[in-house]
């Protein structure tokens, strides 16, 4: 299974709308980008000053909430046929 990080802040409806709807199926790690910690996990990705959410799956980057979704049920679809 790929490695799946979430990228949000608090306040933030498109990231809640997101977190909401991860698929059951999946293992998402949520990183919170207005601690320390998260954000030099989004230095890390190349993605500071983006706007979140931002998905990350095995370095590949998906922005805004529709295409990330899609991903996610992307990934969930491919994870029951594994």
Same mark, same amino acid.
């Given at each position: #299974? /790929?490695?799946?990080?979430?990228?949000?802040? /608090? *306040?933030?409806?498109k990231c809640?709308?997101?977190? %909401?709807?991860? /698929? !059951?199926?999946? !293992? =998402? !790690?949520? =990183?919170d +980008?207005? +601690?320390p %910690?998260?954000?030099a %996990?989004?230095a890390?990705?190349e @993605?500071l *000053?983006?706007?979140?959410?931002?998905? =990350?799956?095995?370095?590949e =980057? +998906? %922005?805004?909430? @529709?295409?990330? #979704?899609?991903?996610?049920?992307?990934?969930?679809?491919?994870?029951k046929?594994a």
């Amino acid at each position: #299974m /790929p490695e799946i990080l979430l990228f949000t802040k /608090p *306040g933030c409806q498109k990231c809640d709308y997101i977190k %909401e709807r991860i /698929p !059951s199926a999946l !293992s =998402v !790690s949520l =990183v919170d +980008t207005s +601690t320390p %910690e998260g954000l030099a %996990e989004a230095a890390y990705y190349e @993605i500071l *000053g983006k706007h979140t959410p931002i998905l =990350v799956v095995d370095d590949e =980057v +998906t %922005e805004g909430a @529709i295409a990330i #979704m899609a991903r996610l049920n992307q990934l969930s679809e491919n994870g029951k046929k594994a």
